[in-house]
């Protein structure tokens, strides 16, 4: 139990078009979602926080008219990358936390991330 | 700011040998304090969870304690495999805001045969 998807695992565009990841929670609803980035060899800097049906909340330095975050569903989050750029190239993981049960209190369940490469 | 460090860097060991991890946290207000396994270009398998409650806890050849006092916790890989090369990442669980994890940079390890 507990499985988080992200879909593409990997997309590569050009630079100045816009990507989407998804990220899905298959077999628990997640009230939560959290997406990350992470740079090689670097940890993973938290991004935004997301709840079901509400606005992201986004960390310090991140821009949310560039990362724009949706969770329109329970099982559903989804990050768009707009206008990229090289600097944006990354390893982005998304993850899902579910308060109503399954699992310790609080634990995050992590996707398998998306590594995305702009040209 | 939560910082967590980990510690070393990199390790490099022989395939058999014990061996251990370590992770310093600064704010010792932790909900619970989880440690990762990351193969190179994948996701986070998660290995060992601590609740802030508990001093240990054991999956298999694994063992993670948890020392809030001191802001330390260590991963205790026992027989290691080369199975076991990837790159282990700490992360430390708080309930500010919507209970965040703060990851450390991880030890990449590398056991060989």
């Known amino acids: 139990g507990a499985v988080v998807s992200q879909h593409p695992s990997r997309v590569i565009c050009k630079s100045g078009t816009s990507v989407k990841i998804e990220c899905r929670s298959l077999?628990?609803?997640?009230?939560?979602m959290f997406w990350y980035r992470q740079f090689p060899k670097q940890s993973l800097m938290l991004m935004a926080t997301s709840n079901e049906g509400s606005k992201a909340t986004y960390e310090q330095g991140v821009e949310k008219d560039k990362f724009l975050i949706n969770h329109a569903s329970l099982t559903l989050s989804t990050l768009t990358v707009t206008s990229a750029h090289p600097e944006d190239s990354s390893f982005y993981i998304c993850?899902?936390?579910?308060?109503?049960?399954?699992?310790?209190?609080?634990?995050?369940?992590f996707g398998p991330g998306t590594r995305l490469t702009v040209t | 700011k939560q910082e967590v460090t980990q510690i070393p860097a990199a390790l490099s060991v022989p395939e058999g040998e014990n061996l251990v991890l370590n992770c310093s946290f600064t704010?010792?207000?932790?909900?619970?304090l989880q440690w990762f396994r990351q193969d190179p270009g994948k996701g986070l398998t998660s290995l060992l969870l601590i609740q802030s409650s508990q001093r240990e806890q054991t999956s298999g050849r694994l063992n993670a304690s948890l020392d809030k006092s001191s802001g330390r916790s260590t991963l205790y890989i026992a027989a290691s495999q080369p199975g076991d090369s990837a790159t282990y990442l700490c992360a430390a669980g708080y309930l500010s805001g919507y209970s965040t994890l703060t990851f450390g940079k991880g030890t990449m390890l590398l056991v060989s045969p």
């Open positions: 704010d010792s207000a932790i909900y619970n």
């Open positions: 993850s899902a936390r579910d308060l109503r049960g399954g699992g310790p209190k609080y634990e995050q369940y």
């Open positions: 077999d628990f609803q997640a009230t939560t």
